[in-house]
């Protein structure tokens, strides 16, 4: 197939959909296909939106040739993506329906199994995060070939703080990247980390001052395109060389649905307050649940300090965010 | 046991996104309302409430014995919702409205077509869709109460229960219930009350969208 293929609202007919939550651009002489992300105005994994994304994904991959180079970003302001739907969450929890937060962390990790095999379908993955993402956010842009970030872009895995941890695919892929004692650091502290923080753990491919990410996304594609071929192989080999299962995947969905229906009403509360501060977010507030987050952390501070329990390891407790660390 | 309520959240998520992210119940969760606003939205809520063991009971009387198990469920939980309409009138005499005033309100368009639809709905549709109604109510409780209660407290200097009893009691006493339709809903097996269940779902969702958009 070749990237002559008739195109309808600016997209190739073949992958023209009309989409609620997803906005999608399309560069011929590149075979560049664009997804903006807006499920407004709480940027989350809704159901709908992660129907939509699998939607997207299985009309490339039934295309093939088509699209070289799939990139995604946020086209809301100040937030990539505020991981699960918190709200879904607290009803299944709530609901004790273990079978919802199973299908939940499928629909998941099948969107990270695909772009996990990418390379083998052709198409080579960037994604650029340009605000705040949060536990699955950052989860599902661990899969993608090439991670850039601009600066002032936030991330952590904050579910500990609730009792609960990242589920879809965060241990296999931040192992893989960064390393198993960051995975368990990151993951175990909840803590937030600033772009360049995540940079120096290889996290994150790149870092760009804040308003140039458009064009790193075109640096990227650009060097790629003329070695394309190579770079897929070689990337195709990198997941052959290490691994990750669908059945690991779906053996981690299942902990962490069996773990969510042992989350208790004060673990509920903060995923509430968390949810509550997306919304003051979302209504246009300064602060939102990067905000809240370093709240909570610092009532936890508290709490250990009073408690006398300011040990290391894994017995310690969430402690401050990071921001001086490395 | 069947999967429904698993397609019933799914099939009725949009809904519950629409009334979760329209400005107005944003803005509310966040927050919270001035004194007035909330002074109608609990009018508002008291006839929800006063009208829901009627729903219930209507449903109950319709249902055939195959659905013998949803009947006993309304039974139970028509015990333990009666008197709740008296929560929300002290939490109105709380923040300054007195009961004539309570009893005297005439309810909204938007509460009147949702009461007027779970009736209908119950008694003409499917007696199983008073599911719905009962599923909407309590996510809306549920996962929505909590949040909204606090933000009701900060905004109006409210202090304890004061105010926010009902919505803050059905905010906790709704999550046990939840675990409670998930296991009724999942005795439901056949299709046309399957799909009653979710048209009334939708329903209440959208009108009780409206019920806080005009508040």
Known sequence: ?326 | MSKFFADLVIRTDEARRAFETHPVVLDAVARGLPLQRYRTLLLELYHVVWHFNPVSAAAASRLSDRHKQVRYFLYEHMQEESGHEEWVRNDLEAVGVPASDTEGHKPSAFTQALVGYNYWAAERSHPCSVLGMLYTLEVIASVYGGPFASAIKESLLLEGERGVSFINSHATMDAEHMADLRRILATVEDRDAQDAIVDAALLNFHHFTHIIEQV
Request: with cysteine.
């Open chain 1, 1 to 326: 197939m070749t990237t002559d293929a008739p195109v309808r609202n600016g997209v190739p007919a073949l992958l023209a959909r009309p989409y609620k939550y997803l906005r999608l651009e399309w560069t011929a002489e590149l075979g560049m296909l664009r997804v903006r992300t807006c499920v407004k105005p709480i940027q989350c994994y809704s159901l709908a939106g992660l129907a939509e994304m699998q939607r997207v994904l299985d009309d490339i991959a039934a295309n093939p040739g088509l699209v070289r180079h799939l990139v995604l970003s946020s086209d809301v302001t100040g937030v990539f993506n505020f991981g699960g739907d918190l709200a879904l969450f607290v009803l299944l929890v709530r609901a004790q329906d273990i079978d919802s937060l199973k299908m939940y962390g499928r629909r998941c990790i099948d969107l990270v199994w695909w772009l996990e095999h990418a390379a083998l379908r052709g198409v080579h993955t960037t994604v650029l995060v340009q605000g705040d993402t949060l536990g699955g956010g950052l989860e599902s842009v661990l899969p993608f070939h090439k991670v850039i970030f601009e600066r002032s872009a936030q991330a952590g895995f904050p579910e500990v703080l609730f009792n609960l941890f990242p589920g879809m695919g965060a241990w296999p892929l931040t192992i893989r990247k960064a390393g198993f004692a960051v995975a368990k650091d990151m993951i175990l502290s909840g803590r937030l980390y600033t772009a360049d923080q995540l940079l120096r753990r290889s996290l994150v491919d790149a870092v760009v001052d804040d308003g140039t990410g458009e064009e790193a996304i075109l640096e990227v594609v650009r060097s790629v395109e003329p070695r394309l071929r190579g770079t897929l192989a070689a990337l195709n080999a990198q997941r052959i060389a290490a691994p990750v299962s669908y059945e690991s995947l779906l053996a981690v969905v299942e902990s962490w649905a069996e773990t969510a229906l042992t989350l208790t009403t004060r673990d509920l509360k903060l995923m509430e307050r968390l949810a509550r501060a997306q919304v003051r977010k979302a209504g246009g507030a300064e602060e939102g649940a990067v905000e809240e987050i370093k709240r909570i952390e610092l009532d936890t501070a508290w709490g250990e300090l009073r408690s006398g329990n300011t040990g290391f390891g894994e017995e310690r407790g969430t402690g401050l965010t990071a921001w001086g660390a490395l």
